[in-house]
């Protein structure tokens, strides 16, 4: 993955880390819900000023976000969301600690006998060394670039040196785990600001040496001499000689030969005061040159250091933490292959995916658009054009295809590092695949005849996408789920209206004394209008679910012989509307089933049996519609949708008939909801209240349950009497 890194202040760094830390470590969502992260994702991407549908500047989001966030953990874990600001611990250590060490200097006097004081002070000359060595250690860190935080970062990441225990306590620790990341990310800083607060420390202990020095000679003289068992005169003078470096540059006098020669600890040995003020400003220059000036400009080196850094914090956007968090805003493209060597299979499965979207033209239309589904995110799912790669392939194989040939096609279309799903239109090809074939593997018709099948195909994309297009594509999944859901619900809303239309409809019978010809027009009236409501519905099902007019074609088979309109005395209705369904099948040329446009809503109706004076209600003079004929209705259209989930799919064009199972599921569905039928059409006629949305969630549930029923012991999305899948 390309790195990403992005520099930030101080406070929005350690915002983000914060975040960071927290969001790994809640894992049960006790601080940050998965609600509150998609409200957040979107108060923030509401605020942008780019489009709306291209990827939001990955810094400024990531800073926006882990504000608004913090919001939430504030008001759960006050503590814990303090942490954004840095520990006040410091600011405090930052005076303290210096003053301290101002008085830890003053107070060396303890260390010394300044009624006996060797020219060659070993606690000075030892703290001397030790900035020495200190300088050579930064100066070598310096010339051999290597960073000088590693041994600081080491400490931070002790953890892992520790047990089992103690890194599963950091991994559950939010703070802990802020501390360790915020290392890996400010060691430098952090490092700097401890670097700076240290060169301040010694910078004060040596001015505190100073001043012991200075104040106790206003009380004491100092009798300076020397004594060593390993050094002579000569070799005292040459350490002198040294330490005089920095007097002798401000004009002061040193030490000759002859008296440090004079100064040795012996009879007679007797230093004078001019002796004493030369050898204490020889040590407070020597401390001032190698201790103080340095230690001060290191100290303002470090607070440079510390400042620079504090305005650009670099955060590694690349790591799977942010990568994950920008892909659930960040646009993405998925290209679906589609490879077949069988048309009419290709053209099922291009129909399945015509309806992902809320429309179908990018599959169907004339002029071809690669974009089947969209987002508000701008996630795109596309058709791979001839010869472009693609990230996902679908290989349908028809029947009668050897797993060896499967395997050759597999090869061929292979996109390289994507996944391929084969889509088999027979079950034994399914079972030998699996065995030979190095692929995922389907049954086509029971995941692609209709939409509440498709949830097998939108796990396998889920989880064959990965890395930073997979929330795109869980995006991509989710709406094409709530496009089915939506379409569900206003086809279900317009079989509620027309059914409720044609319940409360009714036409009066004219004439002084009406006989069966009066009645037969009213009736013929009263079906008209019913047939203009049903070819109405027909072309909004047909617009609604992208399936071409051509392809829900109908035709009647009146297996009766009678089409007449149904009068007081004709025959009966029931059977004719038996015959209607008997004859249902579904038109390979056409794709259509028998009941839809064009039907002869009278032959339904109508038909050769025995009428009862319960088929229509003779109320005054008017003329309507009977309980057992709501239900005839309502079995008509509960088929009529079941026909236009299923137009163009695969099990659409493998067969020439309508599955047997239609018809008797479909019939005991209505059957055992015709209590609700009949409750709400005797409403509507008493109150002329409007029962179309009761009737509609009625339908609804006929409709999964008599879809439950055809596809019984195949998994079903949203099947049950609950309405909404």
Avoid at 392 to 408: F, N, R, T, Y
Wanted: hydrophobic letters at 50%; proline letters at 4%; one cysteine or more.
């Amino acid at each position: 993955m390309q790195d990403l890194m992005a520099q930030f202040d101080e406070h929005d760094a350690r915002r983000i880390v914060l975040i960071q830390a927290i969001e790994l470590t809640d894992t049960r969502a006790a601080l940050i819900s998965d609600a509150e992260r998609d409200r957040a994702d979107r108060t923030v991407l509401a605020q942008r000023s780019s489009g709306r549908n291209c990827a939001p500047d990955a810094k400024w989001f990531i800073a926006a976000r882990a504000a608004e966030l913090l919001h939430t953990v504030e008001s759960r874990s006050p503590a814990l969301a303090r942490m954004e600001r840095r520990d006040p611990w410091w600011d405090r250590l930052a005076w303290l600690l210096p003053l301290l060490a101002l008085a830890a200097g003053f107070s060396s006097d303890r260390l010394f006998n300044w009624s006996r004081t060797d020219l060659l002070s070993i606690p000075l000359i030892g703290v001397i060394a030790w900035n020495l060595v200190v300088y050579a250690l930064l100066i070598a860190s310096a010339v051999r670039k290597r960073g000088d935080t590693r041994f600081l970062r080491g400490l931070a990441e002790m953890p892992s040196w520790f047990s089992r225990r103690a890194a599963a306590r950091l991994r559950e620790s939010a703070a802990l785990q802020f501390r360790l990341l915020w290392w890996r990310v400010a060691g430098a800083m952090e490092a700097a600001r401890l670097y700076k607060l240290l060169h301040l420390s010694a910078a004060a202990w040596a001015v505190g040496v100073v001043l012991s020095i200075a104040v106790a000679g206003l009380a004491t003289q100092f009798r300076i001499g020397w004594e060593s068992t390993w050094l002579d005169a000569n070799g005292v003078y040459a350490v002198l000689r040294v330490m005089e470096l920095p007097a002798r540059a401000l004009g002061l006098d040193g030490f000759t030969f002859e008296q440090v020669r004079r100064l040795q600890f012996g009879p007679g040995a007797a230093p004078g005061q001019p002796e004493a003020q030369r050898w204490a400003l020889i040590y407070i220059c020597f401390l001032t040159a190698t201790v103080i000036v340095p230690r001060c400009l290191l100290w303002l080196l470090a607070a440079y250091r510390v400042r620079a850094a504090g305005r650009g914090v670099t955060i590694d956007l690349s790591q799977d933490y942010f990568a994950g968090v920008l892909a659930r805003v960040s646009p993405a493209r998925v290209v679906l292959g589609i490879h077949a060597n069988d048309l009419r299979l290709k053209q099922a499965v291009l129909n399945l995916l015509a309806q992902a979207g809320e429309s179908g033209a990018g599959a169907r239309g004339e002029a071809f658009d690669p974009a089947l589904l969209t987002t508000e995110q701008g996630d795109r799912l596309e058709l791979a054009a001839p010869g472009e790669p693609a990230d996902l392939v679908w290989l349908v194989v028809e029947s009668g295809v050897q797993p060896g040939d499967v395997a050759l096609r597999l090869r061929d279309a292979s996109p390289g590092n994507g996944k391929v799903l084969l889509l088999c239109e027979d079950a034994d090809l399914v079972a030998a695949c699996r065995q030979q074939v190095p692929a995922d593997v389907m049954l086509l018709p029971d995941c692609g005849a209709c939409w509440p099948l498709e949830q097998p195909l939108h796990h396998w994309l889920l989880v064959s996408i990965t890395g930073r297009k997979r929330a795109g594509m869980d995006r991509l999944v989710k709406a094409w789920s709530a496009h089915h859901a939506n379409r569900l619900t206003a086809a279900m809303a317009l079989l509620g209206a027309a059914l409720a239309a044609s319940v409360q409809d009714s036409e009066k019978v004219r004439g002084l004394l009406p006989g069966a010809k009066e009645r037969a027009v009213a009736t013929s009236a009263l079906l008209e209008r019913m047939q203009a409501r049903l070819d109405s519905l027909h072309a909004e099902l047909v617009r609604l679910y992208s399936v071409p007019a051509s392809a829900l074609t109908h035709s009647m088979d009146d297996a009766s012989g009678h089409g007449q309109a149904i009068g007081q005395a004709g025959a009966g209705a029931a059977g004719a509307l038996a015959g209607a369904l008997a004859g249902a099948k579904i038109d390979l040329l056409t794709g259509g089933l028998t009941l839809g446009a064009g039907m002869a809503v009278g032959a339904i109706l109508g038909g050769a049996g025995v009428f009862t004076a319960a088929r229509y209600w003779l109320l005054g003079s008017d003329v309507r519609l009977s309980d057992e004929q709501v239900q005839g209705l309502a079995e008509m259209l509960v088929m009529q949708y079941l026909a236009t989930i299923h137009s163009g799919r695969v099990r659409d064009v493998r067969s020439t008939v309508m599955a047997p199972g239609w018809k008797s599921e479909t019939v005991a569905a209505v059957a055992a909801d015709a209590p609700h039928y009949q409750r709400e059409a005797k409403r509507a006629r008493d109150a002329s209240v409007d029962t179309s949305g009761e009737l509609a969630a009625t339908l609804r549930r006929s409709t999964w349950r008599a879809l439950g029923g055809i596809y019984a012991g195949v998994p079903l999305h949203g099947v049950g009497d609950a309405p909404a899948p």
